[in-house]
């Protein structure tokens, strides 16, 4: 293959090239023939070839017509909705949430199922729930999967992809021990082999959803915490202004270390920030003060668990109506949320932070000032100064919908190509990988 400067072959540049043009409607577009030229530093017989393949792939679509200044009238492009799907994945906390999206995140059609009990992360029952949900959504909007690009997936826990087989994940707080959660889904026989499943730690895929289309678009560097039954956080830096490109690095913020000796975690250490932010822990702590939602057992998860997302609203109405428990556990939690994020100012310094998960959606309007307040104090003068602590916008969507831009992700990257088949793990069946795991599907 011939061989351009700098070791690239024509095909990567040709794939370079797609891939720009691609990124710069995407999130730029529509634009014109002409305007893609300086937008994409290409010539502009490089943007007439592209295009011209782009269009012939049904990628790109025309988007109009404007006049021009004295001179011939523009044609717009745009990327074409309907020329390919996504799948977004939120394995949460309390539910599992499957989403249909069109090119441009558009959402075709959605499938959720609660985790009963409440928060259990049994592996064989995650899996189903997730393959069910992709049957769900892919017969609902009525769609097949010849132009299905891939399958995101959000999840609690460290995510490591350099493992044979397919992602594995680490999720100590919710008993997952090297699971191999992409050879159980690649298993379950859903999807053909071409449709990849792209898995990741849930923060992240929250962060890379706010910093593309939500609070953190125009900000280079940010923090984006996922505040739920427990917490997390995604680190931004370096992001091109436009959004592309953006991944983000995700942090196990909720399990660094603020009171030596302190409040047992989830995870098992003590004292971690997750264990006073959490909502589980502010639960357990209205509990444990006489409040109305539920003893530190079943915050905790007991056999009958509380619902969190009732529970908390419950602990916010009484400290709206000047509870004085309910007012001393937000009051706390705001301290200590400040004071974590004091952490990621100091050691980062991010131009923005942004706070978004259920939890975080529910209580923020409530004590972002406080939160605001706090994280200043505990931090350096100089990297507060510069810093915007505030509410992500994309909702209780925003996982599922980060979750697609895996597969888009990948899309971009490859300019508009379908990625390479997985390897083969090798097994017939979830129930054969979950035995090489050293796992039991629940009956």
Request: proline letters at 7%; hydrophobic letters at 40%; a negative charge.
């Amino acid at each position: 293959m011939t061989t351009a400067r700098g070791g690239r072959t024509v095909r990567d540049l040709r794939r370079g090239n797609r891939s720009a043009v691609l990124q710069r409607l995407y999130f730029g577009g529509p634009l014109s023939r002409r305007e893609l030229g300086p937008a994409t530093g290409l010539s502009s017989g490089s943007v007439s070839n592209v295009v011209g393949e782009l269009i012939a792939d049904g990628l790109l679509e025309e988007a109009g017509v404007v006049d021009s200044d004295g001179g011939r009238p523009r044609t717009l492009l745009r990327v074409a909705p309907g020329s390919a799907h996504l799948i977004g994945v939120d394995v949460g906390e309390t539910r599992v949430r499957v989403g249909l999206f069109d090119l441009t995140l558009t959402e075709l059609a959605r499938a959720e199922t609660p985790l009963l009990p409440r928060g259990c992360y049994d592996v064989g029952p995650i899996v189903d729930h997730v393959r069910t949900g992709i049957e769900a959504v892919l017969a609902g909007a009525g769609v097949g999967t010849e132009r299905l690009l891939g399958v995101g997936v959000g999840v609690p826990g460290i995510v490591d992809r350099t493992a044979p087989g397919g992602a594995v994940v680490h999720g100590q707080t919710i008993g997952w021990d090297a699971v191999p959660l992409e050879a159980l889904l690649r298993a379950t026989g859903t999807l053909p082999p071409e449709v990849p499943y792209l898995i990741d730690n849930g923060a992240r895929t929250l962060g890379q959803a706010e910093m593309w289309f939500g609070a953190g678009r125009g900000a280079r560097d940010a923090v984006v915490v996922l505040f739920g039954s427990g917490v997390g956080a995604s680190l931004i830096t370096d992001r091109s202004p436009d959004g592309a490109g953006t991944t983000g690095t995700p942090l196990e913020w909720g399990h660094l270390t603020v009171s030596v000796g302190g409040r047992r975690c989830r995870c098992g250490a003590l004292g971690c920030l997750e264990a006073y932010t959490g909502a589980e822990s502010l639960l357990a702590r209205w509990a444990e003060r006489g409040g109305a939602g539920g003893t530190p057992a079943d915050a905790a998860g007991s056999a009958d668990p509380v619902d969190e997302e009732e529970a908390l609203a419950a602990l916010l109405g009484a400290a709206v109506a000047d509870d004085p428990a309910a007012r001393d556990v937000l009051d706390e939690t705001a301290e200590y949320l400040g004071a974590g994020l004091s952490d990621l100012i100091n050691l980062f310094r991010p131009e923005r932070i942004l706070i978004g998960g259920w939890a975080g959606l529910l209580l923020g309007p409530h004590i972002l000032p406080a939160v605001r307040e706090h994280a200043a104090r505990y931090s350096l003068r100089h990297p507060a100064a510069r810093v915007c602590v505030d509410l992500g916008s994309l909702g209780p969507d925003a996982v599922t919908v980060g979750a697609a831009t895996l597969p888009l992700s990948a899309f971009f990257t490859t300019g508009g190509r379908r990625t390479a088949p997985p390897p083969n793990p090798g097994t017939t069946g979830p129930a054969d990988v979950l035995d090489a795991a050293g796992l039991r599907p629940v009956p």
